[in-house]
């Protein structure tokens, strides 16, 4: 599902085109009559028009242009890369996991899943990468490097509420425990350029809230965090899994203020995104000796608000896109 450097979407189609053309005439040429195929849609969406279907088995599935990266951790391991550079960072009490190990920390290793009724299952494929936060422990993290800037992005992933999730209260300061952060050259109050946050916001009883915030750039921290959206119910919601997507856009221009910020999550019994942010007027501000634009980042992160038992969520299905990824 990766891009490789050497893969030609191009070259690819055309040899497609080509076949189908020769299999065309080569119809036609042994047929008369009533008896004659039409080629019409080689991929039967238009039955009507066509007497002959090719397999959607033989038809090369091409990667969309416009994705940048995509992976599902099905290598089993956190090499994945793309022709940008796409780097993962080292594991950060996350591991790449079958359902019955993990197979992934830092280096190939075989730890076999404990029997105690926990649930590895990925999303996509047989591999998924776990978060591990131990009872009273804060920091589980998956950092990325992008390779190159953008200055629009959309990301896409799957993720899993934990089986035994509560919103983690064990803290005498905040309570939010970050879900995502994307930013430019330096992180926070060390980037000229902008920062984003999605976070993880205590709603009581162990409900949890989804809220965003950002930094102005030019080294400061964050303006208080905006939107704070019911997220996640501790008693309904436990081992579910659901698609998150987020589009990020930094203004156009200093001082214009159209950047952009969208969310939308889907439960996996759902057929369609429910939105959760946007706004249309954020000052994200690039930096003035570059990157031009988002280029790195973390998923999950801190947790302000430790967790009382040992929780671990699950991440499938990650990509990256300069174009829609809502379908």
Known sequence: MIRPASFNPISILKKSI?????????IIASCSGDDTGNMGDATGDNPKDSTLTIPRDTIPVLEPKDV????????????????????????????VVTNEAAVWNNGEINNPKPDD?????????????????????????QRFDMGAPQKELWLRYWIRVPENYTHGMMSEGGVNNKFISIWMD?????????????????AGNGNTDLAFTYSLGSETGSIAYRQHKPFINAENDKGKWMQMVIHLKAQSAVG????????????????????????????????DNGPNGFQKGYLLGWANGAY????????????????????
């Open 256 to 287: 214009v203020n159209d950047g952009v910020v969208e969310t939308w999550r889907k439960w996996e019994s759902e057929t369609e995104f429910t939105k959760f942010h946007e706004q249309f007027d954020v000052p994200f501000k690039l930096p």
């Open 68 to 95: 940048l990266f995509y992976d599902s951790f099905e290598s089993g391991d956190m090499s994945a890369t793309n022709t940008d550079g796409f780097q993962w960072s080292g594991n950060n009490k996350t591991s």
């Open 308 to 327: 009382a038992e040992d929780t671990e969520w699950l991440i499938d299905a990650f990509t990256l896109s300069t174009a829609t990824l809502i379908e």
């Open 117 to 141: 009724g926990r649930d590895w299952t990925s999303k996509d494929g047989s591999y998924g990468l776990r978060f591990r936060y131990p009872a009273g422990e804060a920091w589980a993290e």
């Open 18 to 26: 080509s076949f189908t053309l020769i299999s065309a005439f080569v």
């Open 186 to 202: 330096g992180y926070e109050g060390f980037g000229d350029g902008s920062s984003f946050w999605l976070s993880m916001e205590s």
